[in-house]
């Protein structure tokens, strides 16, 4: 655990140096706007695409991984929805604070799990940590948005404009295009990997100082219920479903680590900016995303020792 702790370290040290930039040096909030459009559109689907296209996929066990992580989303959006009638008798849980919580609870943060995946495995793990991107990230989109739409927001979200959402979203079209090169056998020209290893090799470090510019270290000093259950949830309940369905489709070794990374991470910060947009419960995912963070560097070294 002590070499997952170490190799952790420097994912959550350059967190903690995003967050110090934002409030020293770049306060502006439209640089980190600026930053994270870059970071998205171009940095990460260069190495996405790189990776893929160059990757040994008959290694990878694609159906295992996706398929355990596919079904861990459904089991813990149900389990949400379950808690829901529960949370409102209890603790007096509103739509909003629902909304957050169930986006705390499911969704994942892409640059901190590519981070480690790529950190402690590779080629390899950022090769399955993509797998793990399209598995999740269209059914992660339409739940949230199901979920806000729902118990939220007054203005109820079509489904064309939906699925327009999920079909503009770049990280999905950098996993199909890295594939589809992968899959026809093209080779990757070396001046070309050299510029997309470039890229990719600027959007690890940046998408984590993003991660920390956002964060909110006054949500830390009370959290409420509904945070510190959503924190359960996804930093421990989370990892153990992905665990265990990731052994049922017979994962194991970094395999079944890289599944329960993507599992343990943190939820994702462009959550916040949906729950704004949709009528949720923002400042709740704001407390929920700080203390996840703050907490899944220890949490995170665990569940990752315990699946490999």
């Known amino acids: 655990m002590l070499t997952v702790f170490a190799a952790l370290v420097p994912?959550?040290?350059?967190?903690?140096?995003?967050?110090?930039?934002?409030?020293?040096?770049?306060?502006?909030?439209?640089?980190?706007?600026?930053?994270?459009?870059?970071?998205?559109?171009?940095?990460?689907?260069?190495?996405?695409?790189?990776?893929?296209?160059?990757?040994?996929?008959a290694s990878v066990p694609i159906a295992g991984v996706g398929g355990a992580l596919?079904?861990?989303?459904?089991?813990?959006?149900?389990?949400?929805?379950?808690?829901?009638?529960?949370?409102a008798r209890a603790i007096g849980l509103d739509g909003p604070a629902f909304t957050s919580l169930f986006q705390g609870a499911t969704r994942?943060?892409?640059?901190?799990?590519?981070?480690?995946?790529?950190?402690?495995?590779?080629?390899?793990?950022?090769?399955?940590?993509?797998?793990?991107?399209?598995?999740?990230?269209?059914?992660?989109?339409?739940?949230?948005?199901?979920?806000l739409a729902h118990y939220a927001s007054p203005q109820r979200l079509s489904w064309p404009a939906l699925l327009l959402t999920i079909a503009k979203n770049p990280l999905i079209w950098a996993c199909v295009i890295g594939l589809a090169i992968n899959l026809a056998g093209l080779p990757v020209p070396r001046p070309a990997h050299e510029f997309l290893d470039a890229l990719g090799r600027c959007s690890l470090a940046m998408g984590l100082l993003i991660v920390g510019a956002g964060l909110q270290l006054e949500g830390l000093h009370k959290p409420g219920m509904a945070a510190a259950l959503t924190v359960v949830l996804k930093l421990a309940v989370m990892p153990l479903i992905a665990m265990g369905l990731g052994i049922a489709f017979g994962l194991s070794?970094?395999?079944?680590?890289?599944?329960?990374?993507?599992?343990?991470?943190?939820?994702?910060?462009?959550?916040?900016?949906l729950a704004r947009q949709m009528g949720g419960d923002a400042p709740l995912l704001a407390q929920i995303l700080t203390v996840q963070t703050t907490l899944a560097v220890l949490t995170m070294p665990i569940f990752i020792a315990l699946a490999e």
């Open 70 to 87: 596919l079904l861990s989303v459904i089991l813990m959006s149900a389990l949400c929805l379950a808690l829901r009638p529960l949370l």
């Open 11 to 57: 994912v959550f040290l350059l967190i903690v140096l995003g967050y110090a930039l934002r409030r020293l040096l770049l306060k502006q909030n439209i640089e980190w706007v600026g930053l994270e459009q870059l970071v998205y559109y171009v940095l990460f689907p260069a190495l996405l695409v790189d990776t893929l296209a160059r990757a040994n996929l």
């Open 108 to 147: 994942w943060q892409t640059f901190v799990a590519l981070s480690v995946a790529g950190n402690l495995w590779g080629d390899l793990g950022i090769t399955l940590a993509s797998v793990a991107m399209v598995a999740m990230i269209p059914l992660l989109n339409i739940l949230a948005v199901w979920v």
């Open 253 to 273: 070794g970094t395999n079944l680590a890289v599944v329960v990374c993507c599992a343990s991470v943190p939820s994702a910060s462009n959550g916040y900016i």
